[in-house]
T-cell receptor, first 112, second 113 residues
């Protein structure tokens, strides 16, 4: 199965700052891309799907760069409640039983 | 309100005992999944079911079994053959494979001593 890689962090960021992190994928035929947020000892929750044209949801912006094979997540005006692990998920129809590959996550800590 | 429910939240068992984790969804999703998460690790697929009465092994199926007799239910049995069963188990469902977002249950934390 092809790999998905994320910088594990932790990223320590002051409240109110803008933070961005990337997720690289090795399979150029990947077809779907998602960002999930996972709080400590909780289940992952979908943050946003990532579309080719990029998409924005409030303070969060996700982008896809197919040429360089990565997706990015930008968080503006960061809040203490944004502290979590952010998981990147990449989908491919030929990629194993479920077609999904998970990154190990980037740990973000927003500091007051 | 639609969702996916796992039970119990915490489960403690002695080594050598089989244990079954429950997963129920009312989202009318065809696809259901079981993942295992260990500290510092990504999610690893145990089993996947795309339709009732059909399921496929994931990357780490050894020592586990599943059934899919109803669309809503996808229970996972952790057998005594699983060498290191202590972990956080996550059930998920989706409208379709690989290109639909997953909806996760709140997980079962299994401790085997």
């Amino acid at each position: 199965r092809k790999e998905v890689e994320q910088d594990p962090g932790p990223f320590n960021v002051p409240e109110g700052a803008t933070v961005a992190f990337n997720c690289t994928y090795s399979n150029s035929a990947s077809q779907s891309f998602f960002w999930y947020r996972q709080d400590c000892r909780k289940e992952p929750k979908l943050l946003m799907s990532v579309y080719s044209s990029g998409n924005e949801d409030g303070r969060f912006t996700a982008q896809l760069n197919r040429a360089s094979q990565y997706i990015s997540l930008l968080i503006r005006d960061s809040k203490l409640s944004d502290s979590a692990t952010y998981l990147c998920v990449v989908g491919f129809s030929g990629g194993g039983a479920d077609g999904l590959t998970f990154g190990k996550g980037t740990h973000l800590i927003i500091q007051p | 309100d639609g969702g996916i429910t796992q039970s119990p939240k915490y489960l403690f068992r002695k080594e050598g005992q089989n244990v079954t984790l429950s997963c129920e969804q009312n989202l009318n999703h065809d696809a259901m999944y079981w993942y295992r998460q260990d500290p510092g690790q990504g999610l690893r697929l145990i089993y996947y079911s795309q339709i009732v009465n059909d399921f496929q092994k994931g990357d780490i199926a050894e020592g586990y079994s599943v059934s899919r007799e109803k669309k809503e239910s996808f229970p996972l049995t952790v057998t005594s053959a699983q060498k290191n069963p202590t972990a956080f188990y996550l059930c998920a469902s989706s409208a379709g494979p690989y290109n639909s977002p997953l909806h996760f249950g709140n997980g079962t934390r299994l401790t085997v001593t």
